[in-house]
């Protein structure tokens, strides 16, 4: 069964519905190569710095880089793009109130790189999360062609609904090609991996992933895009990275440093200098007086007695 291609406009629900049957599909010429071009040039001097990988997994003749929320400006406006995150949001809706970034790396396959194990990435998580529940959605964009010679990424469609131990048989393995621009949706529980490059040329693609909102993040963010590079960066996006609270009472921090009194069980808004955007972020639960919003009235009396003048 091949990988369903859908265009870049299609509707969100047409996605959800094949998220759901296939556990993955392609969106075409998302964007253009002009910005294939920008991100790729931004990325490029942190990747020529990056060893290849250590092991069979990350690959040997694989170049792994991160922290591209920090590293990329473009790379800011591509976890943003708004219909991924509606497809995101959409397809982990019944899991979470909240979906946050789980890791940014691009992937350069390079010739000679062996196909890696196929694989769940939520198995980031161990087993013990039940299987009813999805954790995470995942894209992957295509920096150059993905084709079946230069190591396509490998999926199987269906494989998101099958239990830990059933294997994939060879033909039901296919490869996500597409061309520079394109992304490939995966969910946390379909069998996939990097493809065997076979080819003259190296693969660059583009992994951006999302889980829910009270998980732990494969590449921890508070240290990728630590605080101080965070508070520049657009609110949304620093929700994103997860400087909010992911739940009633999830996720606040207290000032180690502070003299001053009322410095307790602040939201992590407070570290970026700025008051959480909307109060009944938490309101889900219903719960008066949240301690988030008791912390925040008092924590903006302490650190300000104004919003920033942006704000
Ligand atoms: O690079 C790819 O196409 C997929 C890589 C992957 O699945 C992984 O490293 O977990």
Redesign the pocket.
């Known amino acids: 069964m091949a990988l369903q291609t859908l265009p870049a406009n299609a509707a969100t629900q047409e996605i959800q519905a094949v998220m759901e049957r296939d556990g993955a599909a392609i969106l075409t010429g998302v964007i253009g190569s002009d910005l294939v071009a920008q991100m790729t040039s931004e990325v490029m001097p942190y990747i020529e710095r990056t060893p290849m990988g250590g092991d069979d997994?990350?690959?040997q003749q694989?170049q792994?880089t991160g922290a591209l929320v920090a590293r990329t400006p473009t790379c800011r406006d591509l976890i943003m793009h708004e219909r991924i995150v509606e497809s995101a949001k959409t397809f982990l809706a019944p899991y979470t109130d909240k979906i946050i970034l789980h890791l940014t790396?691009t992937?350069y396959?390079h010739p000679g790189q062996g196909a890696?194990v196929l694989?769940r990435?939520r198995l980031a998580w161990g087993t013990q999360l039940p299987l009813s529940i999805e954790p995470q959605f995942s894209t992957?964009w295509a920096l150059t062609d993905?084709t079946a010679e230069n190591?396509?990424?490998?999926v199987v469609p269906g494989s998101h609904k099958w239990g830990w131990d059933k294997r994939a048989a060879r033909e039901e393995i296919v490869q996500?090609e597409m061309s520079a621009g394109s992304v490939?949706l995966y969910t946390g529980s379909v069998l996939?991996?990097?493809?065997n490059n076979r080819s003259a040329s190296s693969?660059l693609?583009l992994?951006l992933t999302y889980c829910l909102g009270w998980l732990r993040q494969e590449e921890n963010q508070y240290l990728s895009c630590p605080p101080h590079i965070a508070r520049e960066l657009e609110p949304e996006l620093q929700d994103m990275l997860g400087y909010t609270q992911g739940n009633y009472a999830l996720g606040y921090y207290s000032d180690p440093e502070a003299s001053e009194p009322n410095r307790d069980i602040l939201p992590p808004e407070m570290a970026l200098g700025r008051w959480p955007e909307s109060a009944d972020a938490f309101s889900s639960t219903d719960i008066a007086d949240s301690p988030v919003q008791a912390a925040a009235a008092r924590a903006s009396a302490v650190v300000d007695a104004s919003p920033p003048a942006d704000q």
Not at 192 to 195: C, D, I, Y
Request: aromatic content about 8%; overall charge positive; glycine content about 20%.
């Open positions: 997994f990350t690959g694989t792994r790396q992937i396959i890696q694989h990435d992957i993905f190591g396509a990424t490998r996500a490939l996939h991996s990097g493809g693969r693609g992994n």
